[in-house]
């Protein structure tokens, strides 16, 4: 799901003064979230913790979300890469509980789908293509500057600018961390 930017705009302006409705913005981003650091982390469990603890640092923060004409969603991405940074420079994670967010928040998630049904979707989408497991390994061999690029980039699917933004890097340095990504990933294939 995609939130138009003039409603979006709204929408934030609106959780301001009442977080309940933040709900919207977990709905709307929770599974491209999800995606992306699941193919950054290859751990179904690990993935589910990263990305609580992106919402909650999320929800916790919009009070302070300045509206900068583009979609929340790249701030909620640049957390996750964050909350993934912290976690490769720690090797050990702590999150805060996901029940924490909605106990605090009075919203309550609207995407239904078990746990064990979203492991068996991910993991066939994985297993249909057995290069793509192959690739992901290798990325995660590669310095995270690198996995962050190629994974936004070919996993998810952003353009140059977006993954710009998401990092908060210049166009130019995404593109060259990119094309020195796809060197060293050539090496390792």
Known sequence: MHIDLEIE????SD????PSRFGIIFD??????????????????LTSDIVSETFLKAFLNI????WQGISVSYWIYRI???EIRQY?????????????????????MLNNQSAKDEIESLDMELELNLEVKRIQKNIQKLPIIYQEI??????????????????????GTI???????????KKWM
């Open 63 to 66: 009070h302070k979300y300045k």
């Open 88 to 108: 490769y420079r720690k090797k050990k994670y702590y999150p805060k509980s996901m029940e924490l967010l909605i106990d605090s928040s009075g919203w309550e």
């Open 15 to 18: 959780i301001k003064k009442d």
């Open 28 to 45: 709307a981003y929770f599974s491209a979230i999800f995606n992306y650091v699941y193919h950054r982390v290859s751990d179904y469990a």
């Open 150 to 171: 190629l994974i936004l980039r070919y996993f998810e699917q952003k353009k140059i600018k977006e993954v710009a933004v998401i990092l908060n890097k210049n166009e």
């Open 175 to 185: 593109k060259s961390l990119l094309s020195r990504g796809i060197e060293k990933l």
């Open 80 to 82: 996750a890469a964050n």
């Open 9 to 12: 705009k709204q929408l934030i």
